[in-house]
C-alpha cells in the first residue's frame, strides 16, 4: 500500500522557514567585519638620500622606495665603525656622516669613500645609544643631540666640538632620536630646530638650541618606538622621517605645525636616517669685499660682506680646500686668507707670500692629489702654495709657450684623496680654453675657444661632486655665470648675475 507523504513534508517544509525567520532576525547579532589593512599615503613626488645600517647609502624617489635611483657602500671608516647619521652642509652641498667612533666625514657620493676630519676623534665623544646631527644653516655649525640628552655644537671643517650645550631639558625624560634645522640654505639669516622623541612620539621645537629647551609641538599619532632620522627641505617647510622598527623601514611626513606623521611607503632596506639635497652653491667677491652666495643654476644670492681686510686689499683668488670644505682666498697684497661663510670674518694665513704676486688677475685653485694650491697670474706667474703655512712652496716655470694672459684656473676631481687630476685655465686674450700639462712647467695645450669675447676679471672653477665647470664672464658689458664644456673649451649662458665680480669658487658637493 502506497503511504502519503503529503502531511510529512508539511511539517518539515513549516520548520525550514521557522528556521530562516529566526536567523534574519534583527535583533540578531551581525558578523563581525574584518578589520581594514593599513595603507600608505601617496607619497611627494620629492628625491631624498638615506642610510642604511649597514654603511650604505641609497638615493630615492620617494614614490619609488622599492627601487633607488642608485646606491653607494661607504668605506674608508675605522675598523668595525658604523655611519650612524648623515645631512647635507648647505654652504657647501657636501654629505657629512656622523661615525659611531665620535668621528665627523666627509662622504663622497660617486665613490662611497669617507674621508675623516680631524686626526682623532671629538671629544666630548658621543654619549647615549643613539645621536643626530643636522647643520645649523645661519653659521654652519653642526648640532649634535643624543636620545640622553647630550647636546653638541660641532665644527664642519676641524671635526671637533665647538660648545657643549645645555643638556636637553623642559620635558622630562625626553629621548630624542632625530633632529632637523628649517631653512637649510646658506646665508639664511632665521631657523627653528626640531626634535622628534621616538619613545614619547612627540615632536618639539628645540628653542634656544643652545640652552636644549625643547617645547611641544604636538603627537606624532604614530608609535615611533625604534631607530630613525628626520630631516627638512631646504626651500620649504616640508619635513620627512624614517622609522625602523621590528626590521621594517617606513617614510613617514612630519607635520610641522601639529607633529602628525602619515605613512607614505616602506623601505625593502634597514633605513635609519634620511636627508634631503641642499641647493647649488657657488661664491663670488666684489671689488668692495663682499662674498656673495649664489645658486649658480639660478642666479639668486644673499650677501655678507667681509670682515678683517685691509685698506685697498680685495679678493683676487678664490676656492674651497678639497680636504676639509674651508673657503680660501688670496688677496691682491699678497695675503693668504680663509673665510668665514657665515659672518665674512676673514682670517690670515702666514705673514704674506714672498715672492708677491705679479699681474693684475689670478687663477687661484687647488690641486687636490697633494694638497696645494696653484697661482697662475696674467703675467705667466705659476706659484704652488701651502695651505696652512700660507707661503710659498715652489715658483714654478712660467706660463708658456708664447705671452699667455691667463686670468682664471681650476682643477678637476675637486675632492678629497682623489689620485687624478688636470688642471685647466682661461685665457681672456684669445678667449680659449687650455690643458696646463704639466702644471709645474706652465706648458699650456689648446682645448678650444669660448665663443665668447670676456673681460679679463672673472671667476672660474670645477665642481667636486659633478665635475662641471662654471665661470663668471662679463661678455658685451653683461655679466653672467657660463658652463664651461672641458672638452671643447665652449661657453654656454646659463644665468645673468649683476654685481661685479674678482673671484669665483663652486661648492664642493656641487
Sequence with gaps: MRQNL????????????????ACSDDDAAPMPQPEPIPMPQVAPLVEFTALSNDNKVFYFNARNLGSPIRSLTISGLQSGESIISID?????????GLGSSSRLYLINENSGLATPLGTTAFTPQIAG???SIDFNPTVD?????????????LHPELGTVVATDGSLNGVPNARVEAIAYTNSVSGSTSTLLYDIDYTADKLYVQNPPNDGGLQEVGNLEVDFDGVGGFDI?????????????????RLYTISLATGKAIWIGTFTQQIVEVAFKSNPIAYATSASNVLYRINPLLGSSNSVNLIGMNANEQIVGLDFRPANGALYAVTNQSRMLTINIANGQVTAIGSG????LSGTDFG????PTVDRIRLVSNTGQNLRLHPDLGTVVATDGNLNPSSPSVTAAAYTNNFAQTTSTQLFVIDTNNNSLYLQ??????TLVLVGSLGVTATAMNGFDIGGNSNEAFAILNVNSEQAVYKINLSTGAATKVVNFSPNITAMAVGLGF
Design 129 to 131: 645609544t643613539s645621536s
Design 353 to 356: 707670500l714672498s715672492p708677491t
Design 6 to 21: 503529503f502531511p510529512l513534508k508539511s511539517v518539515l517544509l513549516m520548520g525550514l522557514l521557522t528556521f530562516f525567520v
Design 437 to 442: 700639462n704639466p702644471p709645474n712647467d706652465g
Design 141 to 153: 655649525r653642526i648640532r649634535l643631540v643624543s636620545n640622553n640628552g647630550q647636546n653638541l655644537r
Design 364 to 367: 687661484f685653485d687647488f690641486n
Design 233 to 249: 627641505m631646504p626651500n620649504s617647510n616640508y619635513a620627512m622621517a624614517v622609522n625602523n622598527k621590528n626590521n621594517e623601514s
Design 88 to 96: 647635507y652642509r648647505p654652504a657647501t652641498g657636501q654629505l657629512y
